[in-house]
């Protein structure tokens, strides 16, 4: 595993943020000559393998919010690790944050090694946000916070958008490795709810490059349209297949799939391609303008996706805890702190607007905010409508 440690500078002011925090645990925090307390921050990505594209996505987002939050009582101390999306690495890694640096917080993503940390998280008492894959196996923990609503809300509210866009006969592509065959069984359940027909389901491979055998067996089931729930390296494959295939109805897909990399992928295959994703705005606010335009500088022009902006907030919300417990106890939090914190108080995301995580209950842990309804058009993702939640 690689170990890249990174410290951020300080900028002036802060967001208006008041809490009353206890405290609890050891820190491993340190105070600068300037008086500000330094604060370790672990990350846990995928920064090597399959994965590695998404990994390097979300540690670009994560250096771009550490360098444009306006601190006024801590500096972090990035160290980011590669769990090589391996469970147990992922654990490893955890563990070693957490027994070793005494971080209060990491950062990490995707389903199974999130579900795999969970556990660790909760007897270390060290908080773990997980901003893109929320499971509904990663509710009701004690000390795992979820940016993002949960799959299982997601999966009802866009079941509804493609009932109300006029299918009636659906065929479903989904990935085991990240939960798939759970979420879209909450997919089917409620299109067929609805009225609906699904009238097939294939599983694809995470490592896979022949989708032949499930795209034929779609074709003959003869949907009017098709969802995707993969990765979108790859589902743009399994698009590919499907439109080599001769099969030329809707495509649909959930989040995740906004990364622009997916057309340099698939190309045409994927235009017009419908997705879900928590509802974001590129622009809504001042943090989100800058860090969107800062991002098309180093883009070509193009505009970040759904992995960038989602743990762009995520990295958002840890700072905003940390620096207000730092205001007001002058020392570096622990992460019994941030808990207590996140128990009770919303945060404002630059992306995705006001986050305040469910405190009690099998939702613990977990937020409700509202989905869009984007679309694949011309190499970028076109906004179509905001979805209200599906409960």
């Known amino acids: 595993m690689r170990t890249i440690t990174r410290r951020a500078g300080a900028v002036a002011a802060m967001l208006a943020l ?67 999306l391996d469970n147990g690495a992922a654990v490893q890694v955890f563990t070693k944050f957490a027994s070793q640096a005494k971080v209060p917080v990491v950062l990490g993503g995707f389903a199974g090694p999130s579900i795999a940390v969970a556990p660790v998280a909760d007897r270390t008492r060290t908080v773990y946000i997980n901003p893109l894959a929320p499971t509904d196996k990663l509710a009701g923990h004690e000390y795992l916070f979820n940016t993002l609503p949960m799959t299982s809300e997601e999966m009802r509210t866009v079941a509804k958008a493609m009932w109300d866009a006029g299918h009636r006969k659906i065929g479903v592509v989904f990935a085991p490795d990240i939960d798939g065959g759970s979420a879209t069984d909450v997919l089917a359940e409620t299109f067929t709810r609805l009225g609906g027909t699904v009238a097939e389901r294939q599983s694809v491979a995470a490592d896979a490059v022949d989708f032949s055998s499930q795209v034929a ?97 995520a990295t958002w919300v840890a700072l905003s805890a940390i620096d207000a417990i730092a205001g007001e106890t002058k020392a570096a939090p622990t992460g019994e702190d941030v808990k207590k914190l996140f128990d009770s108080q919303a945060f404002e995301a630059p992306y995705t607007g006001t986050t305040r995580f469910l405190n009690s209950g099998p939702e613990r842990g977990t937020v409700k905010k509202p989905f869009a309804l984007f679309e694949a058009r011309d190499g970028a993702f076109v906004r179509v409508e905001t979805l209200e939640p599906v409960s």
């Open 217 to 313: 067996k779609l074709k003959d089931a003869d949907p009017d349209a098709i969802f995707g729930f993969a990765a979108y390296s790859v589902f743009a494959q399994v698009a590919k297949q499907i439109r080599e295939a001769g099969v030329d109805v809707p495509l649909w897909s959930y989040r995740g799939f906004g990364e622009p990399t997916i057309f340099t992928i698939a190309k045409e295959a994927v235009e017009g391609t419908k997705y879900s994703d928590p509802s974001y705005s590129l622009d809504g606010t001042p943090e989100a303008a800058a860090a969107t335009r800062k991002y098309r500088e180093k883009h070509a022009g193009k505009d970040p996706g759904a992995f960038f902006t989602s743990m762009y907030d």
């Open 18 to 84: 008041t809490a009353a925090c206890g405290s609890g645990g050891t820190s491993g925090g340190t105070q600068d000559a300037d008086g500000k307390i330094t604060v370790p921050i672990g990350v846990s990505l995928a920064l090597s393998g399959q994965y590695a594209s998404v990994g390097q996505s979300f540690r670009e987002a994560i250096e771009h919010a550490v360098d444009a939050y306006p601190y006024k009582n801590f500096k972090p101390e990035m160290t980011y690790e590669d769990n090589r």
